[in-house]
């Protein structure tokens, strides 16, 4: 069965915008007539339906959503971010997108910013617990947050704790026993959930983590090298790394190769461009972050029509990409 035709497929078939065909088949009056025939007419050849979506939209509130991010140059929150602005335009919806830098008071700085500009919503991932801020403002202000959670909001996260057990156990099965954690936040619900995770799996085997293994990374690339360094030239250094996210991956790989250390077993927790053309190949949990987006925007768009209902927590499908990186033998270490 082929896919239905999406509201792209139409605004590139009348040669024009997401706009404009939002306009049309939302019934506003205001678009040029030649243009409203093309789009009429597109939409009888490729018999589009308008998203049922659009119909919870209420009339006279703001045409658009807020989303606020760690950065905007994550390769995991540039997927997300894309995936929440292509549903958005399908529903007329302008989006305003902002980023904390890690910095809970810049967090506040941008929620207050939207809100100043009356968004409809905003989808967050949060650095700080802005309840105070958000809670009395929940009614006329909706927020979803991702890849954390906020009480009181409604979530999309992914098992954390059960994607990095997997992880961490792979390590161990291929006879790994001194193994490093890199990108620890203690900011961060994700990184601490990983953290423990890590620490729990060690001990199920009977292996004790060394703090010296877990050093905290701020989050600039720049900030990997001396790390990494630091753990391979320990007198015992570790023979396989976890690496808490995607961000940090990237960077660590580069490193590796610079080193000439790709003899270092890794799993990265989060994908990433490169990680299957470089050798060896990394194995990654796959977060999919367009479909978190994807969830997010559905619940905001939600929320528009029940402010007030309970809390809903999503939880977001993992998978293990399994390649050559956790594979590699014990060397260059103690085991």
Same mark, same amino acid.
């Given at each position: 069965?082929?896919?239905?035709?999406?509201?792209?497929?139409?605004?590139?078939?009348?040669?024009v915008s997401?706009?404009?065909?939002?306009?049309?088949?939302?019934?506003?009056?205001?678009?040029?007539?030649?243009?409203?025939?093309?789009?009429?007419?597109a939409?009888?050849?490729?018999?589009y339906?308008?998203?049922s979506?659009?119909?919870?939209?209420?009339?006279?509130?703001?045409?658009?959503?807020?989303i606020?991010v760690?950065?905007?140059?994550d390769?995991?929150?540039?997927?997300?971010?894309?995936?929440?602005?292509?549903?958005?335009?399908?529903?007329g919806?302008?989006?305003?997108?902002?980023? !904390?830098?890690?910095?809970?008071?810049?967090?506040?700085?941008?929620?207050?910013?939207?809100?100043?500009?009356?968004?409809?919503?905003?989808?967050?991932?949060?650095?700080?617990?802005?309840?105070?801020?958000?809670?009395p403002?929940?009614s006329?202000?909706p927020?979803? !947050?991702?890849d954390?959670?906020?009480?009181?909001?409604?979530?999309?996260?992914?098992?954390?704790?059960?994607?990095?057990?997997?992880?961490?156990?792979?390590?161990?099965?291929?006879?790994?026993?001194?193994?490093?954690?890199?990108?620890?936040?203690?900011?961060?619900?994700?990184?601490?959930?990983?953290?423990?995770?890590?620490?729990d799996?060690?001990?199920?085997?009977?292996?004790?983590?060394?703090?010296?293994?877990?050093?905290?990374?701020?989050?600039?690339?720049?900030?990997?090298?001396p790390?990494?360094?630091?753990?391979? !030239?320990?007198?015992?250094?570790?023979?396989?790394?976890?690496?808490?996210?995607?961000?940090?991956a990237t960077?660590?790989v580069?490193?590796?190769?610079?080193?000439?250390? !790709?003899?270092?077993?890794?799993?990265?927790?989060?994908?990433?461009?490169?990680?299957?053309?470089?050798a060896?190949?990394?194995?990654?949990?796959?977060?999919?972050?367009r479909?978190?987006?994807?969830?997010?925007?559905?619940?905001?768009?939600?929320?528009f029509?029940?402010?007030?209902?309970?809390?809903?927590?999503?939880?977001?499908?993992?998978r293990?990409?399994?390649?050559?990186?956790?594979?590699?033998p014990?060397?260059?270490?103690?085991?």
């Amino acid at each position: 069965m082929a896919d239905r035709a999406s509201i792209k497929d139409v605004a590139a078939r009348a040669g024009v915008s997401f706009k404009t065909v939002s306009r049309v088949v939302n019934g506003v009056d205001t678009v040029l007539p030649e243009l409203r025939a093309r789009v009429e007419a597109a939409v009888v050849e490729l018999d589009y339906v308008p998203n049922s979506a659009a119909r919870s939209l209420k009339s006279g509130a703001g045409n658009a959503i807020g989303i606020v991010v760690d950065s905007i140059d994550d390769v995991f929150f540039a997927s997300l971010v894309r995936e929440i602005e292509d549903r958005a335009l399908e529903l007329g919806l302008a989006v305003i997108v902002g980023s !904390t830098g890690f910095d809970p008071d810049r967090e506040r700085d941008q929620l207050m910013r939207l809100a100043g500009q009356h968004v409809r919503g905003i989808i967050l991932a949060p650095v700080g617990d802005h309840g105070d801020f958000l809670l009395p403002r929940k009614s006329t202000l909706p927020v979803v !947050t991702v890849d954390r959670s906020v009480p009181g909001f409604d979530s999309v996260t992914v098992d954390d704790y059960a994607a990095a057990t997997d992880a961490v156990e792979r390590l161990v099965a291929a006879g790994h026993r001194s193994i490093a954690l890199v990108g620890l936040d203690e900011r961060l619900q994700t990184a601490r959930r990983r953290r423990d995770a890590f620490v729990d799996t060690l001990a199920r085997h009977g292996i004790t983590a060394q703090e010296r293994f877990m050093p905290e990374v701020a989050h600039h690339a720049d900030a990997v090298r001396p790390v990494v360094d630091a753990l391979l !030239t320990q007198p015992d250094p570790p023979t396989a790394l976890f690496v808490s996210n995607a961000r940090h991956a990237t960077s660590v790989v580069s490193v590796l190769h610079e080193l000439d250390r !790709t003899d270092v077993a890794m799993i990265s927790f989060g994908s990433f461009g490169l990680a299957e053309a470089v050798a060896p190949s990394i194995t990654c949990i796959d977060q999919d972050p367009r479909h978190i987006g994807a969830l997010a925007f559905e619940r905001l768009v939600a929320r528009f029509d029940d402010p007030d209902g309970q809390a809903v927590d999503l939880r977001a499908d993992t998978r293990l990409i399994a390649r050559a990186s956790d594979t590699l033998p014990v060397a260059g270490g103690t085991a």
